[in-house]
């Protein structure tokens, strides 16, 4: 039977060229390249079709032996995984997310955060310490992100920890103990000084870089000048729907928010 392998090179995934210029996931029966002893294949949920899928890194990719004919050095290449979605299916990419995710967290608890011992894995999706028991299961970093509302204009912000020149939106992780309604209001404030009122809920998205979740709110303005926190945004601003700077890559939930409220309008945007 096939299996679905995710191969990372940290945070790369190899996707397989097809003849019409498209790309996939390496779709084999055995493994499609040489791995060590040790490494570890985790297991996956398998996709809709009932496919099983696996997921594991290697050290060097320029070293990548492949063992499967069908996978040859011509016929793949590493991807950023930020840029599979422009090149794989959505429930591939998705699935591409995931493993990574799971990756990250197996790289991250190999031992046990109370007695010191190692970690072993007690299901596909869980880990027991070898020393006193304890068990632990992947973790989500939640966070808020939300597009507020003033008349015809939004507010665009841009985080110096954005790799571009885009603007995108206001956005924080929500602290232990808060609503996700209270997570809004409190990052808004404390990052442009402006109050929102009538928080909407729209979608929410895994954030795999590495290991988040993103919850998307509409709210609109009710008082405040902009006050940037500065330590976080180098530039903020009210932006008319006529008016956009560059916005962020259809690949993020800021993307759908801002669509969303451009269709409002009638416009689409042209930005990649």
Not at 186 to 193: A, I
Not at 242 to 254: E, G, M, T, V, W
Request: hydrophobic share 35%; glycine share 8%; net charge negative.
């Amino acid at each position: 039977m096939k299996t679905y392998y995710f191969i990372f090179s940290n945070s790369d995934l190899l996707l397989q060229k097809q003849p019409d210029g498209s790309h996939t996931i390496p779709c084999c029966e055995t493994v499609p390249v040489a791995i060590k002893p040790w490494t570890h294949l985790m297991n996956i949920t398998p996709t809709t079709d009932g496919t099983s899928v696996k997921t594991f890194n290697v050290d060097n990719p320029q070293q990548l032996e492949v063992t499967d004919d069908t996978l040859r050095r011509d016929g793949y290449e590493f991807v950023s995984l930020r840029q599979t979605f422009y090149h794989l299916p959505m429930n591939l990419y998705l699935k591409a997310g995931k493993c990574r995710e799971l990756l990250y967290w197996d790289q991250n608890s190999k031992f046990c955060g109370v007695c010191g011992s190692p970690m072993r894995m007690a299901t596909d999706i869980s880990k027991r310490c070898t020393g006193c028991g304890k068990e632990v299961w992947p973790q989500l970093a939640t966070a808020i992100i939300v597009l507020i509302h003033r008349g015809d204009e939004v507010l665009l912000v841009h985080a110096k920890n954005f790799k571009g020149d885009f603007f995108g939106l206001v956005a924080g992780f929500v602290e232990t103990g808060e609503t996700l309604e209270e997570a809004v209001r409190r990052e808004v404030m404390e990052e442009t000084g402006v109050s929102v009122d009538n928080i909407r809920y729209f979608g929410s998205q895994p954030w795999p870089y590495p290991c988040g979740l993103m919850v998307g709110f509409n709210a609109d303005y009710v008082a405040g000048d902009i006050h940037l926190q500065r330590s976080e945004l180098s530039k903020g601003n009210w932006f008319r729907y006529d008016n956009l700077p560059r916005i962020p890559q259809k690949l993020s939930i800021a993307r759908r928010l801002i669509d969303a409220w451009l269709e409002g309008y009638n416009i689409v945007s042209t930005q990649d």
